[in-house]
């Protein structure tokens, strides 16, 4: 009988790591998505346009007015571990920009072909780097792979094109490109309506009509309206801003109201302004509408939470979508009982009305 002989270790290529890590931050187009438009956002752009050609798949690009990257920094933007927003350990408790451990445009950079065009105010113009597994590659072969001085706007163009090219695992398991397609046109949408004053455009490359077109001037409700239409927007009650001193925290929402109902939930959730899901939060409202809707029948509900940076854990893994912070019990009846005082004070009022 023929024995196999034991297999040695080996330490895998530090690319191979590379690939696999990435792979776990960016499961699909929408989600390098995420990532590009916080970084932007941080960049502090109010104009943010997005362009997909076969579900984010074949090309992902997004363009902002924000303040650019340096030329110099250009050479490490995509590798691990680089950030220009966290320095050391103890800020990581009070980091208020999105990112905060250099790891998406590293990742990306694993997993797709990037290219980086950028302009900062102070320069006379753009520069154009390319990039693949977190370096700055040549265009070209015979080319350096040194930034190319080129026209540009202030701002960011990064493209980021072929999509797990070297994951085929990865692509198999993602749905068709009409599908990735409207998940992306999801995250541009939740992201437009939360940041009015940013202005966001999401459409399919050659396209001339846009999919998500909102203005900088828009206030959240126009931004909804736009977004998920009249229909929705009439019936919305909102809180405007509250805060609970005593628990730390400060929500506005827009619900709608009893006569309002939807084959699922509709939930817009921000936590310190990044879109998150909370199964506790989703429940609560669902048990909120339980009794007020006709069976079947579901809620539209935008929800912003600022909690301090310190009571979320942030240090997650940034694909962790699902979100726990300290208080959570208490601060989710908090919600509960805005929820129920306006729901209570629409029903009230009509009643009002219906009698007079
Ligand atoms: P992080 O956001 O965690 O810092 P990223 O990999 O997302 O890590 O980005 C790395 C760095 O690249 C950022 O810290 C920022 O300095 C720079 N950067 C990325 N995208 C942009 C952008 N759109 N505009 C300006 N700077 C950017
Ligand atoms: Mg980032």
């Not at 502090?44 to 007015?65: W, Y």
């Not at 599908?179 to 455009?201: K, L, M, P, Q």
Request: hydrophobic share 35%; net charge neutral; aromatic share 6%.
């Amino acid at each position: 009988m023929s024995v196999t002989p034991l297999p040695s270790i080996k330490r895998l290529d530090p690319t191979v790591v590379n690939r696999i890590a990435a792979g776990e931050i960016i499961h699909r187009p929408a989600n390098a998505l995420k990532e590009l438009i916080e970084n932007s956002l941080d960049a502090g752009a109010t104009q943010i346009q997005v362009v997909a050609k076969e579900g984010g798949l074949k090309l992902l690009q997004i363009q902002d007015n924000g303040h650019g990257i340096k030329k110099d920094d250009l050479a490490i933007v995509c590798e691990r571990f680089t950030t220009s927003k966290l320095k050391k350990f103890e800020d990581l408790s009070k980091i208020a920009t999105y990112g905060f451990r250099g790891e998406a445009l590293a990742s990306i950079s694993h997993v797709a072909h990037v290219s980086i065009t950028t302009k900062t105010k102070d320069s006379k113009c753009a520069f154009r780097g390319t990039y693949a597994d977190g370096k700055l590659i040549p265009p070209r072969s015979g080319q350096s792979a040194d930034p190319k001085p080129c026209a540009g706007n202030d701002g960011t163009l990064i493209t980021a094109e072929d999509l797990f090219y070297n994951v085929p695992t990865r692509k198999k398991a993602l749905r068709s490109p009409s599908d990735e397609y409207n998940r992306i046109v999801d995250v541009v949408s939740r992201y437009a309506i939360h940041n009015s004053g940013v202005s966001f455009s999401c459409k399919r490359q050659g396209s001339l009509s846009a999919d998500v077109q909102t203005t900088t001037t828009a206030t959240i409700i126009d931004n909804l309206r736009q977004i998920h239409g009249s229909s929705v927007s009439s019936e919305l009650l909102c809180s405007g801003e509250r805060s609970f001193d005593s628990l730390d925290f400060k929500m506005n929402t827009y619900i709608s109201n009893a006569n309002y109902s939807m084959k699922r939930t509709t939930l817009l959730l921000f936590i310190n302004n990044r879109s998150v899901d909370s199964q506790a939060i989703k429940r609560m409202i669902e048990n909120v509408y339980s009794d007020l809707l006709p069976k079947g029948g579901h809620p539209f509900v935008y929800l912003s939470i600022e909690i301090k940076p310190e009571n979320v854990d942030v240090n997650v893994h940034p694909t962790k979508q699902e979100v726990h912070f300290l208080n959570e019990e208490w601060i989710v009846n908090s919600i509960k009982d805005v929820f129920q005082e306006l729901l209570e004070n629409a029903n009230s009022s009509r009643t009002y009305y219906t009698q007079s």
